[in-house]
């Protein structure tokens, strides 16, 4: 199983006191469409040529931000192939509004896969994770087909309800207990929305299951731990079984995690040659399972 950072470790990573990148960026600034201020970093990739190399926007989780450590290091790896736009969803690190659980963060995702059209990317691309993951699909779903040319989606929920695990329990308290919510923002310095899930059926809103098929023709990767605390790796199978092609997943051996737990360097190198893979073919590669489990980069 994967030794999971420890929640002073976690605090200190998303207060910023451990440092991010270790390359230089450039800070910029734009908003969503609903008038949300952003901040990202954009690292340029390896070609002076903005229509040589693919671009990418990386979408963090939930009280994530563009220079965790975890996230800072796959941005910098994937800058070795790809221009990278990280980007702070809202209510997280420097960007402003309220944070809704991969909701509006959709419009957060658009917005920086405008940025990169607009600064003259032809080709881009969206890794999400975990709520980053939710924003990425409902984007790629709600736009155009061709607003977008891959999407990677790592520990998506299919779902949210019921919430089967302890630590998605937790979850589902701070999106719906006022107390808890105001608690659980005020240690982890992220701004929540009060009414973050509107109402679906039993108090759930859209499920990332019901707008997957939608993302085709763009091809779509889905990557999940089958130790995943938060989505069991059912949710992964939900999400392939309802999805159109063209479409692959990568189920990680035991040690993965969830989400930025999982940002080892083996994993870093197998996702940089998918990129590569994509790009060139419009197809993602097959899984390829790492022989041994590593732990992330700033894992205590």
Do not use: N
Request: charged share 20%; net charge positive.
């Amino acid at each position: 199983m994967t030794r999971h950072r420890g929640g002073l470790r976690r605090l200190l990573d998303l207060w910023g006191f451990v440092p991010g990148f270790a390359v230089a960026t450039e800070p910029v600034r734009f908003a969503s469409r609903d008038g949300v201020s952003l901040v990202a970093d954009y690292l340029p990739g390896p070609a002076s040529e903005r229509d040589a190399v693919p671009a990418l926007v990386l979408a963090h989780g939930f009280a994530g931000h563009r220079r965790k450590p975890t996230y800072a290091y796959l941005a910098e790896r994937l800058s070795e192939v790809s221009a990278v736009l990280a980007v702070d969803l809202r209510g997280h690190g420097s960007s402003g509004g309220v944070s809704t659980f991969g909701l509006l963060e959709a419009l957060d995702v658009a917005a920086a896969v405008a940025w990169l059209r607009r600064r003259g990317h032809r080709w881009v691309g969206v890794i999400g994770a975990s709520m980053g993951a939710t924003a990425a699909l409902r984007a790629a779903a709600g736009g155009p087909p061709a607003a977008l040319d891959a999407v990677c989606v790592i520990s998506a929920p299919a779902t949210w309800a019921p919430p089967p695990s302890a630590a998605m329990r937790q979850l589902t308290r701070v999106a719906t207990v006022a107390w808890y919510r105001r608690a659980y923002g005020a240690v982890t310095r992220v701004r929540i929305a009060p009414r973050a899930w509107p109402a679906q059926g039993p108090g759930e809103p859209v499920a990332p299951v019901a707008v997957v098929a939608s993302v085709a023709p763009t091809p779509l990767l889905i990557v999940h731990g089958d130790d995943d605390h938060y989505f069991g790796p059912e949710h992964a199978q939900r999400l392939l079984a309802a999805a159109r092609p063209p479409v692959r997943l990568w189920p990680e051996a035991a040690g993965f995690g969830h989400a930025e737990d999982g940002f080892t360097p083996a994993f870093a190198d197998r996702l940089l040659g998918a990129v590569a893979v994509v790009y060139r073919s419009g197809v993602w590669p097959p899984a390829c399972r790492p022989v041994d489990a590593e732990q992330p980069r700033s894992a205590a």
